[in-house]
């Protein structure tokens, strides 16, 4: 306890200087908000477009499909915000920099995820607020406890899915110089998909996204139980209440992914 | 025997080519980025054909084939942007290339198609053969075809390249590049038909779009690849890249000229 007390505070003072030197150029830094505010857009204005053409895409509406655009816009954004750096990470492996982090007396993935926070990034979040702002007001959706339970619970659990995924992919980097492309294919891959109705991929694809990537456990499953909306795939409807259960399971692997790789690590010499 | 101009620019391009072929891992790593997206979003625009028979001269075929060369297309246009130039202002370097007996943009597009070329073979053949062998793109069988394609890119890297030099220009007048750079991505993206293809587009969209030089980067090329342009309009097409392309390059001669009138950098 007194120990993740520690941590907790260490993790403030960290990001408060951060935070600090972020804000000391103003224009460069309001300029680039806005930049990644409408970069998040790309990708609902090609939503839109879509559905300018055709009034349903595999039997969902535009207002049911802006809600998974939101969910995994937030969860994305705020995973971003926290640990989008690790891309950086294989630099500092084949720098051997990361021997540094193994002489210092606190774990090294503690170290890394608190070593930086973009702020900028959190445009991306103001985005996909507003596009959960015309979802849910275009939306007739039957609000109970449990419905308000899963839309508060769906941006957490999404974030700790969405960073398991980038602590695990971005662990290609013990092995191999070049992770940062590769797993930038699952990290931003992965927000992608999660943007769109999962029965529009194979079935193939599907199961992969569902079981080994979890994606469809950051939107899919919990909004098709905010919407009350069948499966159109026709899968369990248990699957609908598991994504806490999932991200804590993804967590695990990640930290375990981690270890092993820490324990492969052999510096770079010097 | 080519001029002696020429021969530069064949080897400046050269050395361009080389200086990316010195990281064949990340290359194959870029590849397999650009084929899993591919993937997914074939996999949206395709449900769109379940309950359309086709969009303007769009059907699915033609659908899955623009996913799988807008991603080979990608790299080669650099649509994710380039800074170098705006470094080298930053930075003060650009006063060597002052010095040096070619132009500087000249140099740079020369080092752009020797660039390009080599995202053509190691990034943008990969996502389109697996596309047409696994997933349903559909080649031209038509050599003319091909041969318009391959002009169409060729312009559509001068038109990007042309672009690219306006926002890097900018350094030469404020010192935030990133923001600049970042807003013309987002410009670019939607509007080459890079996101989704223009026709697409509601009519009021698409009449924005296509007054504008970014079609010219992607959307033209592929039209062209897919068949949506065919006969005589290609040579339409290839005239207004050629245009875009003449007019950015000459905006962007012209704002070198003015901008390093008022540069300064410290030296010693």
Not at chain 1, 123 to 138: I, Q, S
């Amino acid at each position: 306890m007194a120990e993740a007390r520690d941590l907790l505070a260490l993790y403030r003072r960290l990001i408060a200087a951060r935070l600090r030197a972020q804000l000391q150029y103003r224009t460069s830094f309001a300029l680039e908000i806005t930049g990644t505010l409408l970069i998040s857009f790309i990708d609902f204005v090609a939503i839109l477009v879509i559905f300018a053409n055709v009034q349903q895409l595999a039997q969902w509406t535009l207002p049911e499909v802006a809600l998974l655009y939101a969910i995994s816009g937030l969860a994305f954004a705020f995973t971003d915000l926290a640990i989008g750096h690790l891309d950086e990470f294989p630099r500092l492996i084949r720098d051997g920099n990361f021997d540094l982090l193994l002489v210092r007396p606190r774990a090294t993935l503690f170290q890394l995820l608190s070593a930086d926070f973009q702020v900028r990034r959190l445009g991306k979040a103001v985005g996909a607020l507003a596009v959960l702002a015309y979802a849910l007001a275009n939306l007739r959706i039957d609000w109970d406890i449990g419905r308000v339970a899963m839309l508060l619970l769906v941006v957490p659990v999404g974030v700790v899915i969405f960073a398991s995924i980038w602590v695990t992919t971005i662990c290609i980097a013990f092995w191999s110089v070049e992770a940062r492309e590769a797993s930038n294919a699952f990290t931003y891959g992965g927000q992608f998909l999660s943007q769109f109705p999962i029965n529009v991929y194979d079935q193939w694809l599907r199961r992969f996204l569902a079981y080994i990537f979890p994606i469809a456990f950051v939107a899919y499953f919990p909004a098709l139980y905010i919407l009350g909306k069948p499966d159109p795939i026709g899968l369990p409807e248990w699957l609908r209440f598991v994504s806490p259960l999932v991200a804590v399971a993804a967590a695990f692997v990640a930290s375990a992914v981690w270890r092993v790789g820490v324990r492969h690590y052999q510096s770079a010499g010097g | 025997m080519l001029p002696l101009s020429v021969r530069t620019d064949l080897e400046i391009a050269r050395r361009g080519y080389l200086r990316y072929a010195a990281y064949p891992a990340a290359t194959a790593a870029g590849a397999f980025t650009n084929i899993i997206f591919g993937l997914m979003r074939a996999s949206v625009l395709l449900a769109l054909f379940a309950e359309r028979e086709r969009i303007g001269a769009y059907d699915a075929a033609a659908t899955i084939t623009y996913v799988w060369v807008t991603q080979g297309l990608l790299n080669v246009v650099a649509l994710w942007g380039w800074q170098e130039l705006a470094l080298r202002v930053r930075s003060g370097d650009i006063a060597t290339d002052l010095i040096r007996p070619i132009h500087p943009i000249r140099a740079g597009l020369a080092t752009d198609y020797g660039r390009a070329l080599y995202q053509l073979i190691f990034r943008g053949i990969p996502p389109v053969a697996v596309g047409a062998l696994a997933f349903g793109a559909v080649l031209p069988a038509d050599p003319l075809v091909w041969l318009a394609f391959f002009a169409s890119l060729a312009l559509a890297v001068a038109v990007s390249f042309g672009f690219r030099l306006l926002y890097n220009l900018a350094a030469f007048w404020t010192t935030d590049t990133r923001g600049t750079m970042i807003l013309a991505l987002v410009v670019m993206s939607v509007f080459s038909g890079f996101t989704i293809p223009i026709q697409f587009f509601p009519p009021w969209l698409a009449a924005i779009a296509n007054a504008t030089p970014f079609p010219a980067m992607v959307q033209t090329p592929v039209d062209i690849f897919v068949g949506a342009t065919r006969g005589p309009s290609v040579l339409v097409a290839l005239a207004g890249q050629l245009a875009w392309a003449a007019g950015l390059l000459v905006v962007s001669y012209w704002l070198f000229a003015v901008g390093t009138r008022r540069l300064v950098v410290q030296g010693g």
